[in-house]
């Protein structure tokens, strides 16, 4: 007995009950460079910090910055979030999708997060990382990258417009 394998038999797999394909054939992930993932990173301002709390995985969304090719967010002195970045290895996520085109892109940073010795010299340089969420958010903490990993969704087919009609 020969076992197939591959994006054609998954592809074939992945079928509704009407036979139609349950996925869209028209979209492609493309790698980025981590260059790129940087620069989009500077794009956006809500990410998610996964770390370890209690010996299981937790994520907490954070606005942020990117600074000098680190990223960096704010929380509350004695928080969760502040013990669990203590010189640890976290990952981070944040991307950019349009709910209506489905196009977009995600980047993956893992790396050691840790506080920042020197805040006030770093909240000059990130004015624009004021807090969101309520209450007072003076520890500031730094996740310098060791990976950097993205991806972005395209469209690779024709694209429907408003009118039922494909375009281009």
């Not at 998610?48 to 929380?75: E, K, S």
């Amino acid at each position: 007995m020969t076992v197939k394998s591959g994006p054609s038999t998954l592809a074939g797999a992945l079928k509704d009950a009407d036979g139609c394909s349950m996925y869209d054939e028209d979209r492609l992930f493309i790698p980025l460079p981590r260059a790129d993932c940087m620069r989009l990173l500077s794009t956006v301002r809500l990410g998610r910090v996964v770390y370890t709390d209690g010996a299981l995985p937790a994520i907490t969304p954070v606005n942020f910055a990117v600074d000098d090719g680190a990223i960096v967010f704010r929380t509350a002195p004695g928080s969760t979030l502040a013990l669990a970045t203590q010189n640890t290895v976290v990952a981070f996520e944040a991307d950019d999708i349009d709910p209506a085109d489905h196009d977009g892109w995600s980047v993956v940073v893992t790396g050691v997060a840790d506080g920042v010795p020197e805040p006030s010299l770093l909240a000059r340089r990130t004015q624009r990382l004021n807090p969101w969420a309520p209450g007072p958010r003076s520890h500031f903490v730094r996740i310098v990258p060791a990976t950097v990993t993205g991806r972005r969704l395209v469209r690779t087919g024709p694209i429907e417009s408003h009118s039922g009609t494909f375009g281009p």
